[in-house]
């Protein structure tokens, strides 16, 4: 990935389950709530409540960071995570496409 940096544009595009998975890499490679949310700017309880899906999830501006920070900290395993919400993304537009062609030919 070398110097990449994540726009704030594709960030809009990686569900609240792919943000729990980056805090989650990031955690289960040696960092604190506690550093992490250092790192990032905001409060232990907002890293807290991003781990939780259901729960509110980092703002795109935080996403970008986290991601960053997620490549560096396991470019590998945050690369699948990017790449499968690219897809899931890419399955939805194609969903969405194609519900509208078939409607079109009744």
Known sequence: WGLYSMDSE?????SREGRVRLVNLILDNGWTVSELARRLGVSRQAVYLWLDSQETHPN????GDLVNLAIEVDDQSASKILLGEVNQFRLAVDEKILGQISGKDK
């Open 10 to 14: 594709l960030t809009e595009h990686i």
């Open 60 to 63: 795109n501006s935080h996403l």
